[in-house]
């Protein structure tokens, strides 16, 4: 994996560098969220750990650049812990949020943790998901619920497998919206909503996996 590690503290970039590189990971830093977009611009990279509190341009705002142009996971430091935080983090696109002081064996767990999540649970990507009796055929586009074959509109399809392919993650609507409408699309919330309403009346008892974080979003979890 790289690593884009963003920390205007050169101590824990320091550390953290030790930790992802002594897995056999590459590393490479940046000390604010101006260099942190312009590295992105410029590279690829599978995780970035974001400070939060930074000169120049803050964690929060370099996410919301780089969400413009790249999907690349993203896990907040910060050494507040207030929930307004973590949840304006989420809504802006970030996977995991973790408070200062950590460990950093703890960080490359979060590490481990969102690669998983974002190649489909067990680091390779899959064609068909199973939940219960919940059955995903995201290649054929099919979905059954307790065998039966469940009868979905195409944007409901489309909502489903990107919650699928993104569990565990905690989605704002806005994000939602950007990824499943598209940015181009001029509804609001109410549209995400109201579809995540009729696909869980279509998924019966398996709704549940579809859980509601208030005043946020949605995250799908089996």
Not at 211 to 217: A, D, F, K, P, Q
Request: proline share 3%; charged share 35%; net charge negative.
């Amino acid at each position: 994996m790289k690593i884009l590690i963003v920390d205007d503290e050169e101590m824990i970039r320091a550390v953290l560098r030790e930790y992802i590189e002594f897995e056999g990971n590459e590393a490479d830093e940046a000390q604010d969220g101006m260099e942190a977009v312009r590295k992105c611009r410029e590279n690829d990279y599978d995780v970035i750990l974001m400070d939060v509190m930074m000169p120049r341009l803050d964690g929060f705002s370099a996410v919301k650049e780089i969400r413009k142009f790249k999907d690349t996971p993203v896990i907040m430091l910060s050494a507040r812990s207030e929930e307004y935080d973590k949840l304006f983090g989420f809504e802006l696109g970030s996977d995991d949020y973790v408070t200062k002081p950590f460990s950093p064996k703890e960080v490359m767990a979060r590490i481990h943790a969102v690669t998983k999540r974002a190649a489909g649970g067990d680091g390779k990507p899959h064609d068909i998901y199973e939940f219960e009796g919940l059955r995903i055929d995201m290649v054929g586009r099919n979905v059954y619920v307790d065998g039966e074959r469940a009868e979905l509109t195409p944007k409901e399809y489309e909502l489903l497998f990107y919650f699928v392919e993104n569990r565990g993650v905690a989605l704002s609507r806005e994000r939602l919206l950007n990824k499943v409408w598209g940015y181009d699309f001029y509804g609001d919330d109410r549209t995400v909503d109201t579809h995540v309403k009729m696909l869980r009346g279509n998924l019966k008892e398996y709704r549940k996996f579809i859980v509601t974080l208030r005043g946020l979003g949605y995250k799908f979890e089996a």
